[in-house]
């Protein structure tokens, strides 16, 4: 095995791992309730014995995916039905595949007069569905209290975790399923702002600048890795010269 090529192999592979995950960063940087991945870089060693038993080591990079729960901003939108959360608590929905968590505050009414997220799904409450009944406009308190016409009739079911990072995995559009390593708890620390939204936790620019870095990394793992193939070429060349 060639260690120097096999080396600079898994750093391209993670550097393009990495740009996909960085992509998919600055891509969501206004998505509202987005939750950044950040990558995990380990070093390992691969050990082969030749003659005479000598060990030769390789140093290779290997990488995992982590989402960052860490909070964006809180933007005011004057619309009575979008809400952000101020803390570390979670909007439970119902989807066609089970119960989902969310951070994505930006609420509709669908036909039926129903609570909702922007694909339909069901906001849940603590009686379940959630009817708006008519009478007026929807108020909810910074508990999660739901009320029209100054009388309560249910509450927003928030929930949180007391580690996201590992209960939690993302499923896209803003949904998160459970790991099964913890179960949802009631949030009593958190609050509701209604009227708002919390904008994705992306930092645009600083994402930008390590694309830039993460890419001239790559070009130079793949200029050794030509170097390297250029000589194994000549190597090559020279041992059928011999025959």
Do not use: C, H, W
Request: glycine content about 12%.
């Amino acid at each position: 095995m060639n260690y120097g090529l096999y080396t600079a192999f898994l750093g391209m592979r993670s550097r393009q791992r990495t740009l996909d995950v960085q992509a998919s960063n600055i891509a969501n940087a206004s998505t509202t309730g987005f939750k950044a991945e950040r990558l995990l870089y380990a070093a390992f060693e691969a050990q082969n014995k030749g003659a005479g038993d000598k060990q030769n080591l390789i140093a290779g990079v290997a990488t995992s995916g982590n989402t960052d729960f860490t909070a964006g901003s809180i933007r005011d939108t004057g619309k009575s039905l979008d809400v952000a959360i101020d803390g570390d608590a979670f909007l439970q929905v119902q989807t066609a595949n089970g119960t989902r968590f969310t951070r994505a505050g930006n609420l509709t009414l669908d036909a039926n007069g129903q609570l909702v997220t922007q694909r339909g799904e069901l906001v849940v409450g603590e009686r379940g569905a959630i009817t708006i009944p008519p009478g007026g406009e929807l108020s909810i308190g910074a508990d999660g209290t739901l009320a029209v016409g100054g009388q309560n009739f249910d509450n927003l079911k928030l929930v949180r975790f007391n580690n996201p990072a590992t209960a939690l995995i993302k499923e896209g559009d803003g949904l998160f399923t459970t790991t099964g390593t913890e179960q949802p708890i009631a949030a009593t620390n958190s609050k509701v702002v209604q009227g708002a939204l919390e904008t994705s936790n992306v930092n645009s620019i600083s994402e930008m600048v390590a694309m830039i870095n993460n890419t001239r990394e790559f070009d130079s793992l793949q200029k050794s890795m030509s170097l390297l193939m250029n000589d194994i070429g000549r190597k090559i060349s020279g041992e059928i010269g011999k025959m």
